[in-house]
């Protein structure tokens, strides 16, 4: 009996010292352009024993009294998981009594574009990945076209130039796509398109070289869910006529709020950019997806817009100049485009929607209802609604009413119809700009 024990404690006392410890880091070198950084709060799994550890804020983890012999060691993040890679696993041996370190990391940047997109990218671009689904029955749409478009400036030798680049893949199988190119440091549009059916254009931005983003579409392109709610003030005031409607189409789906601030409408499904704005309130934009559901109840908060500022004059030997008309000047020098200088709109004494259309070439009137205003014929003869910038701030499309309230306060107005308008004032859609200018 006394030799079985003997026997049995000197095997114990073996199995015990044929331990080692696994300690390691892991680092995301996916999502940076160069470089990597640790990984908090994600989970590594030692597969044989079925054990699992998360790492902390410095991307450590440790696994003690692991047996001796060859283990596998899993890891899966969130960082993984916008890329729409599964579990990563490594290898590492563990012999006895012995500290074994693993260094795990993602795929650097440069490897995953490579395999996404075939050819490394430059520093500024970056990869946008995501899906396109079904905003009804949560299916993936393959076949889909994803549309990313922005305005890129070229710099020559004498002067800038820009043009819009304009990136299109088609969803696979599973309603994935991925675009390789797009801006990391700038905003870009992104559309999905199948047939008659689409999303709105959203403006996206990727926070990081690498990004995500999932679009709903819907699956009858009149199909439609309702959006119902109150608009307030930061104060918790209701905003009476405010006007809420779909970006893209403010024109025809939109509604003006009641004397309560109360509002509903249908809006189509799918993902779309949502808008509600009212003179002197900075205008409430944000992407939605819709679903069959719709959104109910909603509320809807606006910013009031803060007081004007002094204008800064610089005075030198000629008459007083601001920074602003200074620049519309050196704008109107160069010959592209329209200018409508305050000379011309004081001798207009109905400054209409359609007087100030007839000053501006290739511009028409047009009306949805009681909504409407100027519109642009591109060079194909296509008409469009172009971009308004109100006193250098970029904002959506006005009713009449608005639009000729602005009219009748502008002491400059300069329109660029396609692709001519400067770089900081150029649309994403090759339609143009119209630039107000109030006193």
């Not at 994935?176 to 999905?192: K, T, Y």
């Not at 060079?379 to 308004?388: K, N, Q, W």
Request: hydrophobic share 40%; net charge positive; proline share 5%.
């Amino acid at each position: 009996m006394r030799v079985w024990l003997s026997l049995l404690l000197c095997v114990t006392l073996r199995a015990l010292g044929a331990q080692g410890t696994v300690v390691g880091t892991l680092h995301d070198s996916l999502h940076l352009a160069e470089g990597r950084r640790p990984i908090a709060n994600a989970m590594v799994t030692l597969v044989e024993l079925d054990r699992v550890a998360r790492t902390d804020a410095n991307g450590r983890f440790t696994f003690d009294r692991v047996p001796v012999g060859r283990h596998t060691l899993r890891f899966w993040s969130p960082a993984l998981d916008v890329v729409g890679l599964s579990a990563l696993t490594t290898a590492i041996e563990v012999t006895d009594g012995t500290l074994a370190t693993a260094e795990l990391a993602t795929p650097s940047r440069a490897t995953f574009a490579q395999l996404v997109c075939g050819a490394p990218l430059d520093p500024d671009d970056g990869i946008l990945l995501g899906s396109v689904i079904d905003a009804v029955s949560g299916e993936p749409v393959a076949n889909a076209v994803v549309r990313a478009r922005w305005q890129e400036t070229l710099i020559g030798r004498r002067n800038l130039t820009s043009r819009t680049r304009v990136e299109e893949r088609r969803t696979d199988a599973g309603g994935d796509f991925a675009i390789c190119g797009v801006p990391a440091s700038d905003s870009f549009d992104v559309q999905a398109v199948l047939g008659a059916r689409r999303t709105s254009a959203i403006i996206h931005a990727l926070d990081e070289p690498l990004g995500r983003l999932d679009l709903r579409l819907t699956p009858d392109a009149g199909r439609r869910a309702r959006w119902s709610g109150v608009v307030l003030d930061t104060a918790g005031r209701r905003v009476a006529d405010a006007l809420i409607g779909v970006e893209e189409d403010s024109a025809r789906i939109s509604q003006r709020t009641d004397s309560a601030g109360r509002f509903s409408l249908g809006v189509p499904l799918g993902t779309h950019l949502l808008v509600a704005r009212r003179l002197g309130f900075t205008p409430h934009r944000r992407v939605e997806r819709v679903g069959a559901s719709g959104i109910t109840p909603d509320t809807v908060y606006l910013r009031p817009l803060p007081p004007l500022l002094t204008e800064v004059r610089i005075f030198a030997n000629g008459p007083a100049r601001t920074l602003d008309e200074l620049a519309y000047r050196e704008r109107q020098r160069r010959g592209r485009g329209t200018f409508i200088d305050d000379a011309v709109l004081q001798r207009i004494t109905t400054r209409s929607v359609s007087v100030i259309s007839s000053l501006i070439p290739r511009a028409d009137f047009t009306s949805y209802g009681s909504d409407g205003g100027v519109v642009f014929r591109r060079s194909d003869g296509t008409r469009c609604r172009p971009l308004f910038v109100l006193d250098g701030i970029r904002v959506a499309p006005f009713s009449v009413q608005e639009e000729e309230t602005w009219y009748r306060r502008a002491k400059r107005i300069e329109a660029y119809v396609d692709t001519d308008a400067p770089p900081e004032y150029s649309d994403f859609a090759g339609c143009g700009s119209l630039i107000i200018w109030t006193r």
